[in-house]
């Protein structure tokens, strides 16, 4: 049954097995009733890697079926807090022994740049499973006074069951750990559809899994398409949860789906996983060091090539300091090299897919016709592979597209403002809030306009960079619920009441 | 030079050979003492020295402490971030993993506990102990705490800085890691103090520490005697915590010497004398077997042995009966025989001390049910001895033994029990046998004990607390209680808008 195949990495000469079956109950099998392959692409070349089995809705089943009864008999409350962290620990080892041919494969699928994937993507994605590797033998409920003579309460902070993992293709392996850690920390069993687009890590993961000694069953991996394994996974009445990570379009319909299925923790707002799209404000401040804010916001809106949900896509720069700063950053987004994620030059590769070179090349169009200035960018290059460069517009007004909605590439709009209450309003206005930037050595400014910011991470003077210990999600429509931190551990947990009555007696009749 | 000391084990139960430096581990170096004078390791089964190894004094406490100091405002504390302390830690306990049956047979001979018991047993604790703290190391979170919109309010949850430690002989390994666990994943250094009876394993520990990666100074581990080496720690003006495990009677000469210095933070884990309360509707063949391992258990040198031994008076008889049986059929032998369960005591001193005592409970009145004689000829082996027709105010009834010698004793009922276990000086555990659930925890909760077991006995897990109520001591260990022994909560007041 094993399903594998061989591809050569053309810049490394390196050749590397890569599963191509659905990993369920720790095998890699074929779909039980479709001959349906989805092909992979190169964005850099855009030619085809390989294919892989699509997963229909009845493989879904299959696997739902697997994650149950592992949870049932192996796993959930059957398994120790040290036994799951050992597992976990041992599945961060073997990550970082095959980190380099991962971040080949990564760059290959994706496209981001080969050292980028291996010390940032990867490297976070080890100390991610370490982290709560750590957590799994601390799931600890309260123990609360009721009535000293006669009863005591308690809570247990049990699993939640089998959850349903999506995706996206952005951070393919980052996001993969960041599903899967918490959930398998807190003793939960898993489905995980990764994107379509980039199936190949989260494949070679799952084979990590096995080989790390997890039960069959644990986690399963049913790469598949949005409408047939997504609707799915959220409408199955036998997920008791559902995280998402991906469009603010699909968040909603997985809210729908669970809403209308068995009501699973995708609709009880507190409870959802839903991490989801932005259009991050970046407010530069007059008081700010000019050279550093410059870096930071470019790494801001090109680091990934623009495809962060937190990118920093709207910069706020303060009039007096316009022209200045505006400079300082046109200068330093010229000297991002994107190129093929295995030249050792490229600070950042190709886009992810036609789909998505299209769509922002669209909202290039719609920027330049609805009069809005370019000062970088905007030419598309000849030849092949899905490369857009870093573009840049100004003389913005808050009604156009690019300002409203997500780019989801290296496209950047600058706006200015005279007054903090006016950065704080054109920052607000928007109907996501992921995340939001100031700079600015003003300590008490950084501290009124950090309260004020309607965001789930507020940056100072800083942009972009998280820790594996600090919660990550967003307000308004970017999302319910958060990732990272002790916080994820809610996501993945139920609370249990118990009485103990020792004591009380009780009257009948009343 | 401090001695190397080669030791090659030809055992039933482990072969294999060890070779290290028996120096004091100061600034990631191993050397000898400042007096070049040495202390000898004693082997329990025959009275034999094993080697030799190097002694401190005040001056090398000193010299600990600068290297603790140095590493503290440098390569430690918060200059290490705390996921980084956590993969030290999850390195060492690997490399622990890799040597569990060297620090196993080493600590056998040493302490003169089975091999099996410390294979088994100490050592799967400890590896379990450390790996679990390494967990914490990055997740030491202080609070956000809402006043008002004109300030913002804040804690951190700071290393302390240097803190002493000096841990005691019963359980050398386990002790070390209890405490450097928690130290460690805070963020502090350290200068411990491992019992001058059983320094092996711990000089062994420092050498996988160094293996591990560790930096110079972040843990250094002084042998010596505890009225030079332990008082220098107590009294210590720039060590800002001490942490002791050991007798009561140490214990208070800790504190005062902490008082009468700087005022440094205190934990201490002392001694007890813990009740083993056995109801009438107990499941009799359970209760025999856990009320053995109570107090047979490390030969009784646990500070939470089961020694009182109450018996509701419904099924005295057939208890001590059965009790009696099986204590005779504890395997009292040689640490590296397959089927030892007790060995020998672990000195001369304590042996004196345990044969003492039973002098003491004959010459008062009670009666040796069995035992109370030595077992054999050589080493400080001791027979499980059971006394019974004691009352209240004799020593055997009120004071630590430390040995394999229980007191037994009949009660009415739930009242009269929860009376006299909780007639003691000390309050570190106490455990419930009885098959009425709701009896169990009315029981378990009347009794004034930092460890309750119900229908069990000397159960411990990493991340469930440990530590007593009254003279046995202060403060918890184990699980996240025993990160506050190693944090300083700072608040911060930040003011945003109030004006003057």
Not at chain 1, 157 to 175: K, R, S
Not at chain 1, 217 to 237: D, E
Not at chain 2, 69 to 88: D, I, Q
Request: hydrophobic share 40%; aromatic share 8%; net charge negative.
């Amino acid at each position: 049954m094993a399903q594998t195949v061989r591809i050569e990495i053309p810049a490394t000469g390196r050749v590397v097995e890569i599963p191509t079956g659905l990993f369920i109950n720790n095998e890699f099998v074929s779909s039980v009733d479709s001959q349906e392959r989805i092909e992979v692409i190169n964005p850099a070349t855009e030619e085809t890697i390989c294919s892989v089995v699509a997963g229909s809705k009845e493989d879904i089943d299959v696997a739902v079926a697997a994650a149950r009864a592992a949870y049932s008999t192996t796993w959930g409350k059957n398994v120790t807090g040290f036994e799951r962290s050992r597992l976990l620990n041992k599945l961060a080892d073997l990550m970082e022994r095959d980190m380099q041919v991962l971040a080949e494969v990564e760059s290959l699928n994706n496209g981001k740049p080969v050292k980028i994937a291996r010390d940032f993507d990867i490297g976070d994605s080890i100390q991610c499973l370490r982290y709560y590797a750590g957590w799994a033998d601390k799931i600890v409920g309260q123990t609360i006074e009721v009535d000293n003579r006669t009863k005591m309460a308690f809570t247990r902070h049990e699993p939640i069951g089998v959850c349903g993992q999506i995706i996206p293709w952005n951070y393919p392996i980052n996001m993969w750990a960041w599903k899967v850690a918490p959930a398998l920390a807190c003793g939960c069993t898993i489905v995980m559809k990764p994107s379509e687009l980039t199936p190949l890590t989260a494949l070679m993961l799952s084979k990590l899994i096995a080989e790390a000694g997890f039960p069959p069953g644990v986690v399963n991996t049913v790469p598949s398409l949005g409408p047939i394994g997504g609707a799915a996974l959220s409408h199955h009445m036998d997920v008791d949860k559902v995280a998402f990570t991906g469009s603010t379009l699909t968040g909603r319909k997985i809210m729908e789906a669970a809403a209308k299925s068995n009501l699973k923790k995708a609709c009880h707002i507190r409870e959802v996983s839903l991490e989801l799209g932005g259009k991050s404000p970046h407010i530069i401040f007059e008081s700010a060091n000019l050279d550093q804010a410059a870096n930071w916001a470019c790494l801001g809106i090109l680091y990934n090539t623009g495809q962060d949900c937190t990118a920093g896509s709207r910069l706020y720069v303060q009039d007096t300091i316009y022209d200045k700063f505006l400079a300082l950053l046109v200068d330093k987004a010229k000297q991002l090299v994107i190129g093929d994620g295995f030249d050792e030059k490229s600070g950042g590769g190709p886009v992810v897919s036609k789909a998505q070179y299209d769509k922002i090349w669209s909202y290039i169009e719609s920027g330049k016709s609805h009069g809005a200035r370019l000062v970088l960018g905007g030419e598309k290059r000849r030849g092949k592979g899905f490369f857009v460069d870093p573009t840049i517009f100004t003389d913005v007004t808050p009604d156009m597209r690019i300002v409203r909605d997500e780019i989801f590439g290296p496209v950047l709009s600058v706006g200015r403002f005279k007054t903090e209450e006016e950065a704080i309003s054109l920052a607000n206005d928007t109907s996501y809030g992921l995340g939001a930037g100031l700079h600015s050595t003003d300590a008490n400014q950084c501290m009124r306009v950090s309260s004020a910011l309607e965001a789930g991470t507020v940056w100072i003077n800083q942009y972009n960079i998280l820790g594996n210990n600090i919660p990550f999600g967003g307000k308004k429509q970017s999302g319910i619920g958060r990732e990272l931190g002790s916080y994820a551990l809610k996501e993945y947990t139920e609370v249990k009441a118990v009485h103990w009555n020792f004591g009380e007696q009780a009257d009948w009749p009343l | 030079m401090p001695t190397v000391f080669t030791h090659e084990f030809n055992t039933p139960v482990y072969k294999g050979k060890v070779s290290f430096n028996t120096g004091l581990f100061i600034n990631g170096q191993f050397v000898d003492g400042s007096d070049r004078t040495t202390i000898d390791v004693v082997n329990p089964t025959n009275g034999e020295v094993i080697t030799s190894v190097s002694e401190g004094t005040p001056k090398d406490v000193d010299l600990a402490v600068d290297a603790a100091e140095r590493a503290f405002e440098t390569t430690w504390g918060l200059n290490c971030p705390g996921n980084k302390r956590g993969l030290l830690l999850n390195k060492l306990a690997s490399l622990m993993e890799e040597h569990t049956e060297e620090l196993a047979a080493l600590e056998a001979l040493d302490n003169g506990k089975a091999f099996n018991m410390a294979r088994n047993g100490d050592l799967v604790l400890a590896i379990d102990c450390i790996r679990y703290y390494a967990g914490w190391s990055d997740k030491i979170t202080g609070r956000v705490i809402e006043t008002s919109e004109d300030k913002f309010n804040y804690t951190r949850h700071e290393p302390i800085g240097v803190v002493g430690q000096i841990i005691p002989w019963n359980f050398p390994l386990l002790m070390f890691v209890w405490k450097i666990g928690p130290a460690l994943a805070t963020g502090n250094t350290i200068v411990l103090k491992p019992s001058e009876f059983t320094p092996l394993t711990a000089i062994r520990m420092c050498q996988l520490v160094q293996e591990a990666g560790f930096p110079a100074g972040v843990l250094n581990v002084v042998t010596g005697y505890g009225n030079t080496v332990g008082n220098a720690i107590a009294s210590h003006m720039r060590i800002h915590k001490v942490a002791f495990t050991g007798s009561t009677l140490v214990g208070r000469k800790v504190m005062e010497a902490a008082a009468k210095s700087n005022l440094k933070n205190i934990t201490l884990e002392l001694g007890g004398k813990s009740p083993n309360i056995i109801f009438d509707d107990a499941d009799l063949e359970q209760a025999v077997n856990w009320a053995a391992f109570g107090i047979y258990f490390n030969h009784g040198q646990c500070c939470c042995a089961g020694s009182r031994i109450f018996v509701q008076e419904g099924v005295y008889d057939e208890f001590l009966k059965r009790f009696t049986e099986k204590s005779r059929s504890i395997k009292v032998g040689d640490p590296f025989a397959p089927d030892t369960f007790q060995g020998p005591q672990v000195s001369q001193i304590q042996y004196d001390r345990i044969m003492g005592y039973i002098d003491s409970g004959k010459k008062e009145g009670a009666k040796v049910h069995i035992g109370g004689e030595r077992h054999g000829s050589d080493g400080y082996y001791i027979q499980p001895t059971i006394f019974t027709d004691s009352n209240p105010d004799m020593r055997i009834v009120q004071e630590e033994i430390f040995g394999p010698v229980s007191v037994v004793i009949k009660f009415k009922d739930e009242e009269d029990v929860v009376r006299q276990a909780n007639d003691t000086l000390y309050g570190l555990a106490a455990a419930v046998f009885t098959k009425d659930m709701s009896r169990a925890i009315t029981t378990a909760h009347k009794l004034k004990a930092g460890t309750l077991w119900v229908n069990c006995y000397n159960q411990l897990n990493s991340n469930v607390p440990f530590g007593g109520f009254k003279q046995s001591g202060m403060g918890r260990e184990c699980g996240e209680y025993a990160l506050n022994n190693y944090t300083e909560v700072k608040a911060v007041h930040v003011n945003l808008r109030m004006k003057m």
